[in-house]
């Protein structure tokens, strides 16, 4: 390891101090650190690639290389195609995922997903919206009574509005959304139509398939650009590990 040529360890070192930094000190950006550090181990192993007089090994990293990116890319089009939603998202049910809650606050990604369910409410004013979300840590509510407060105050009707605080994931957020729905109205919808950050609901949409229910996307828009990013290749990651499980 001490061979490694002085240029290697320069690098890694210095995407290794970005990568703490933004995993300890920038909140919501932790996946931008764990990258970061992902980058400076990459890099690391390749200089000690160049240590190895047979080439073969450098080919074989390179092209594992070359497959992740080639992956990442199909992944992030994927991920692109379904942010732009559904054409006509029209849906008897809709399901609206929550995100952070800063005490009793919405955060900005919650309060981007209030926002679209909103406009989606007042745009089909028969649909039902069931608001999915558990209260975690350092909240003092739930993510799904949080969207109703804010909701209410916006002028949608209560009850046009379901909630459901037991979900701690988006698996859950569809299964348990759907069993409310069963439970309320007595019914399983055959489509759903589903409200989240652009960048999620690709994979969101996939709990819905699995589950046997046709999905329809409705975005919510990511105001801050270099959050969408982090977040967006955060979910490329998420997919992965969907499809692995």
Not at 210 to 217: E, N, Q, T, V
Request: charged share 20%.
């Amino acid at each position: 390891m001490l061979g490694i040529r002085k240029r290697y360890w320069i690098v890694a070192l210095a995407q290794l101090g970005a990568g703490l930094f933004f995993y300890y000190f920038v909140y919501a950006y932790q996946f931008t650190g764990v990258l970061l550090c992902g980058l400076a181990a990459v890099t690391m192993a390749f200089g000690a690639l160049n240590l190895v007089k047979r080439a073969v090994f450098r080919i074989i990293f390179i092209c594992l290389l070359i497959a992740a990116s080639i992956m990442a890319v199909i992944t992030g089009t994927n991920i692109h195609s379904s942010s732009k939603g559904s054409e006509d998202p029209k849906a008897d049910y809709a399901i609206v995922l929550g995100a952070g809650v800063n005490g009793s606050t919405p955060s900005a990604s919650l309060r981007e997903r209030i926002r679209a369910a909103k406009t989606y409410a007042e745009t089909y004013p028969q649909s039902i919206l069931i608001l999915s979300g558990s209260q975690g840590e350092n909240e003092e509510i739930s993510e799904a009574q949080c969207m109703y407060d804010c909701l209410v105050e916006e002028g949608i009707s209560p009850s046009r509005l379901y909630l459901e605080e037991a979900a701690q994931d988006t698996q859950q957020n569809i299964s348990l959304s759907l069993e409310l729905i069963e439970a309320e109205f007595g019914e399983t919808p055959e489509q759903i139509c589903i409200i989240s950050s652009e960048y999620h609901l690709l994979r969101a949409g996939k709990h819905a398939e699995a589950l046997g229910i046709s999905p329809l996307l409705y975005p919510a828009r990511t105001e801050n650009r270099l959050y969408f990013c982090n977040m967006f290749l955060r979910e490329i990651v998420a997919i992965w590990a969907y499809e692995l499980s």
